[in-house]
């Protein structure tokens, strides 16, 4: 029996899939993956319905009458389709690959054991770089390239530069300059010699040709009154001149792969898949934004014939990973927002004045500014999806709260979630300080005493005085009693609770609401992406505000945060003291303790911060383990020390953090975990060491810990670095106060991947885009809302392609709920 077509394929799935009823389970790992499997072989007339699963979710994130209706007409166009699936043209295979498996294969999806002398064991060495395709070879793009056009006459060689010559080996024979046996090579042209000389490599000797004339590019150095050239790069005249004579690229390697193997493979690579990928951009994006052709880009990145072409491939393939990555965030957006219809919250100015007049303090103008946002986002019946962004200390909470009560006053429910159970007790405390002020005056007054009755003991409380109704906060957490989370879990499905504070747990199973209509989410800086489909799951479209205090420039939040509206807070409130702060070096460690020993003394509170929890060669970072132990002993054997780390469990992170709250602890000795941590206003000190393995950022979080009362608050960066690089880095923590300016400094030091981290940015790999480019940034933003804002174009087969890439992109490296 033969096997089935693509197209009857096909049919057979759907139509399981409708008997089903449209649960996802017709074939094993989905529809999406399924569809992403035969695509290319079905005919041109499905490629626009198949076109409408590129979207963030795919077919798994629709509902079920969305299904049913894509289902129902794919079947009925297979019914009627009788055309063959197209074949793609056969190219000469590469040495090493059977004629049959390069017709069935496209060149790009082959793996890299086609290319010449690339064994199984090469290829395991290439996969530590991510390589394990010719296309993976082609998207390993060059870190610099080696300049090596200036062509010169042996006689015309100046020290110190890069350059070409072309001449003869007159001589090779092997030296041992250090005990070690390497090659040392006369090259002379018409004009004169020069010395070569390959250390610790005599293969060279017998590989050097000396009866034709050869290219010779490197590094001229000086050695004595002579010149030399030492491991230069050599090749034929007659070759294709990818080693020397031209802008050589410079690629990342690992042990075991040599950077002249690398060219020598991407070169073939690039025959191979001659002409190149084929352009997916439509014409009139092009014609708005004129850049280079794709093949020709990929052909120029690689090999480029000038540096303003190797500039303009660049710019070309980071315009597409931004296009790429603006489209699956605008398009999780759409399907957010217009698929199921939010709750209309409008908000009169009388009640807003009413809520400013009960606060003990008055809203600086960007507290204003940012509150005006928000609340017009409630008043559309479209899902809010706002990123609300301000430096630790400026008042976001309060605006939030705003938001909360503003959902209240229309009998909706609101939860605030945070990353810990300790940080939602204190955004529980924070809120009933707030809000108690309006029937005791003073009371939202910052005070530093622990409170005397923890507050996970009493987690509901009511009070008058903000509604024309009593308003009802709890909390939820891990840390309640059996009896009181099913108290307060009762309470919110009877709707009798209108503001929750917790952690993610509020969506998880077993939380029910009676009318979600705001989620406000602390520190979670991709909950905007991963896991609205907890809330989607509960039968509610609510409101989405996502608070962070890192500081992020606009062109990294454009493309970080491309689904989320952005509102800054770009100023403190007035009387924030700034928190001195001084760079030690590794010897002056003593006076750093010093300090600490002091404030401890006037019954202050320090945190030390390590930025690893065990030794690593690589990065000679101290460790928190050991820091802590040689703490303890040697420098403060007489006080109280805990020790916080990311592989401590949750309840041993809540108990360690809960006693330096509550004053139990002297010193806490922790990893970056304390980033988005505690409140904890009797802290006057924060020592960083290693403090140069940090971005700038980063130090400025940290720095935020403290100086959270009118106690005079202190940052003392220890470095293990003399380098004039990282004194200059950190002499910024110094002089500046402002998170922005650092931000965007750390931004065109590091990069978005270091800025951000892995675990926090949640996006896919960026192999090109720098992200400090902010009007490339902002137009192809501008294009990705063009296309997702459109639902012509979106049906659009021109722009099925585009839509595909974009799928491709985020479904490799993100499951979408």
Aim: charged residues 20%; contains cysteine.
């Amino acid at each position: 029996m033969s096997a089935p077509t693509p197209n009857e394929l096909l049919r057979k799935i759907l139509e399981l899939e409708a008997k089903k009823q449209y649960d996802d389970s017709a074939v094993i790992g989905g529809l999406d993956a399924c569809i992403a499997a035969v695509g290319p072989s079905l005919p041109p007339s499905l490629k626009p319905a198949l076109a409408r699963l590129h979207t963030p979710g795919g077919y798994r994130g629709w509902a079920v009458a969305q299904r049913a209706e894509w289902v129902t007409a794919v079947l009925a166009l297979l019914q009627g389709s009788t055309a063959k699936p197209a074949r793609r043209p056969t190219r000469p295979s590469s040495p090493g690959v059977s004629p049959s498996a390069a017709a069935s294969t496209p060149p790009e999806s082959q793996p890299v054991t086609v290319l010449t002398r690339v064994s199984t064991r090469t290829a395991a060495l290439l996969a530590h770089l991510r390589v394990t395709t010719v296309g993976d070879l082609l998207c390993l793009l060059p870190r610099r390239y080696l300049d090596y056009t200036h062509t010169r006459a042996v006689s015309d060689l100046e020290p110190d530069m890069e350059q070409t010559v072309v001449g003869r080996v007159l001589k090779a024979t092997w030296v041992y300059p250090g005990g070690r046996r390497s090659t040392e090579a006369v090259f002379g042209d018409k004009t004169g010699t020069v010395k070569l000389l390959w250390f610790n490599q005599p293969w060279m000797a017998r590989a050097l040709p000396v009866d034709r004339d050869i290219v010779i590019s490197g590094m001229v150095t000086a050695f004595g009154r002579r010149l030399q050239i030492q491991s230069p790069e050599w090749e034929d005249v007659a070759t294709s001149g990818i080693h020397t004579g031209r802008l050589v690229p410079v690629y990342p390697l690992t042990q075991g792969i040599s950077g002249r193997s690398m060219r020598k493979w991407v070169n073939e690579a690039l025959r191979l898949c001659a002409p190149g990928p084929a352009e997916y951009l439509p014409g009139d994006v092009l014609r708005r934004h004129p850049m280079l052709p794709l093949p020709e880009a990929v052909r120029q990145v690689h090999f480029p014939d000038s540096t303003a072409l190797a500039a303009a491939a660049r710019q070309r393939l980071a315009f597409d990973e931004i296009l790429s990555l603006q489209l699956g965030l605008l398009q999780t957006r759409r399907h957010w927002q217009h698929s199921q219809p939010g709750r209309a919250l409008a908000v009169d100015s009388a009640f807003v004045d009413s809520y400013l007049r009960i606060l003990p303090f008055q809203l600086t103008t960007a507290q204003k500014r940012v509150l005006g946002e928000i609340l017009n986002d409630l008043a559309r019946p479209v899902a809010m999806s706002r990123l609300l962004q301000g430096d630790v200390g400026s008042g976001k909470t309060v605006v939030a709260l705003a938001a909360m009560v503003a959902a209240a006053a229309h009998g909706m429910q609101s939860a605030l979630m945070a990353p810990t159970e300790v940080l939602a007790e204190q955004h529980f405390q924070t809120l009933l300080l707030l809000l108690d002020a309006a029937s005791t005056p003073g009371a939202a007054e910052t005070t530093d005493a622990p409170a005397e009755h923890p507050l996970r003991d009493e987690p509901v409380h009511t009070l008058a005085g903000i509604l024309d109704r009593p308003l009802t906060v709890a909390l939820l957490t891990g840390a309640l009693t059996a009896a009181h989370r099913r108290c307060v879990r009762q309470l919110l499905a009877s709707g009798d609770i209108d503001i929750v504070v917790g952690t993610q747990a509020l969506v998880q199973e077993g939380v029910e609401f009676r009318s979600l209509a705001l989620a406000v989410v602390d520190e979670q800086h991709r909950f905007g992406v991963l896991q609205r489909g907890g809330l989607r799951q509960k039968g509610f479209n609510p409101h989405v505000l996502v608070m962070t205090a890192t500081p992020i420039p606009r062109s990294l939040a454009l493309a970080v945060y491309g689904d989320l509206d952005l509102s800054v807070i770009d100023s403190l409130p007035p009387g924030r003291q700034q928190v001195a702060t001084t760079v030690y070096s590794s010897d002056e460690a003593d006076a750093v303790y010093r300090r600490v020993r002091a404030e401890v003394a006037r019954g202050r509170q320090a945190f030390v911060i390590c930025p690893l929890i065990s030794e690593s060669e690589k990065l000679a970072a101290r460790a928190a383990t050991e820091e802590f132990a040689y703490l303890s002993h040697d420098v403060f054997p007489d006080l109280r020390l805990g020790l916080l780390h990311g592989a401590l469990r949750p309840a041993q992170k809540d108990a360690v953090m809960r006693g330096f709250r509550d004053r139990d602890l002297d010193i806490l000795v922790s990893t970056t975990v304390v980033e988005v941590g505690i409140d904890v206003p009797n802290a006057t000190v924060m020592v960083v060491l290693g403090a140069e393995r940090f971005g700038l950022s980063q130090l400025h979080q940290l720095r935020g810990r403290v100086g959270r009362s009118a106690e005079k608050s202190y940052c003392l960066l220890v470095s293990d670095s003399a380098g004039a690089e990282a004194r200059r880095r950190l002499s910024a923590m110094e002089k500046t106060h402002d998170g922005f300016a650092l931000a965007k400094q750390d931004l065109e030091i590091r990069g978005a991947g270091d800025f951000l981290g892995t675990q926090q940015s949640g996006l896919p790999p960026l192999r090109v885009a720098t992200l400090t480019d902010l009007p490339m940034v902002e137009s192809a933003r501008a294009e990705a809302r063009r296309i997702v804002e459109d639902e012509e174009v979106l049906r659009n087969p021109a722009y099925g392609p585009v839509l595909q890439r974009a799928s491709t992109l985020w479904r490799t490296d993100i499951e979408w709920s």
